[in-house]
């Protein structure tokens, strides 16, 4: 197997330096821009596996950068940002990265969760060959990773419909958010657990009233035996 290709998008030549280095001690493909419209392009020439893109670039801000991506790539985004406010980060996760993490930062926890994201986007862990997921309105493909609500066909992430797929495998099951983030993000995941009520939210905005995922309060999600509307 190729070594997986990292996309660097951060204006701080400080920070990619550092990042960079620690990366290919790693044996990645590494690949820098340091401004928004250089990281689209740089995306679109690479076709990196996974990007690390700061929210704050000149010319187009992050932000706008994962909105342009998500149009047409899945890639495994981690967003860098200075900011503290919990806004931003539900904002980023909510346009489409996949974690976050917040500056300033340790380059070995950077480079703990990229491994892990990687391990988790190269396997995909799902139900064995042929098994289709499927409620009177739902059906959930784990071989084509493809959704479909009645016949209209839905555009997850990877991290949602790898939520999706693991709340499914364990319907009429309540998981817990560490749960999840475990079997999602994996066992060494160092980050918050409100991305998965983040990206939970996106699914069942994407899913419409048929998303069968349950809040159950004070300890985590369950995907219904039985429809359920919000």
């Known amino acids: 197997m190729a070594n997986p290709k990292i996309l660097i998008v951060d204006d701080e030549p400080s920070i990619t330096n550092l990042v960079c280095a620690y990366l290919k001690q790693e044996g990645y493909n590494i690949f820098t821009a340091n401004d928004g419209p ?7 020439a690479y076709q990196p596996d ?47 990265a996949d974690d976050y993490l917040t500056k300033p930062f340790s380059p070995r926890e950077l480079v703990a969760r990229i491994k892990a994201a990687l391990r988790r986007y190269r396997t995909h ?22 959704v ?36 999602v993000w994996g066992g060494d995941y160092y980050g918050e657990m409100r991305v998965v009520d983040v990206h939970l939210g996106h699914v069942r905005q994407k899913l419409g009233e048929q998303h069968n995922i349950s809040t159950v309060r004070g300890i985590g999600y369950r995907f219904e035996k039985e429809e359920v509307s919000r």
Do not use: C
Request: no cysteine.
């Open 125 to 146: 862990p799902a139900f064995p060959s042929g098994i289709m997921i499927t409620t009177p309105h739902l059906r959930i493909d784990p071989n084509s990773r493809q």
């Open 38 to 44: 250089g990281g689209l392009k740089a995306a679109r």
């Open 50 to 96: 996974l990007i690390v893109l700061d929210i704050m670039l000149p010319g187009i801000d992050g932000l706008e950068v994962l909105t342009q991506l998500r149009r047409e790539s899945d890639v495994y985004v981690i967003l860098l940002t200075a900011r503290s406010e919990e806004t931003d980060k539900v904002i980023g996760l909510s346009v489409g």
């Open 148 to 183: 479909w609500v009645d016949n209209r066909t839905v555009e997850l992430t990877t991290t949602e419909f790898d939520l999706l797929l693991v709340l499914a495998e364990h319907r009429g099951m309540v998981l817990s958010r560490e749960q999840l983030l475990e079997k």
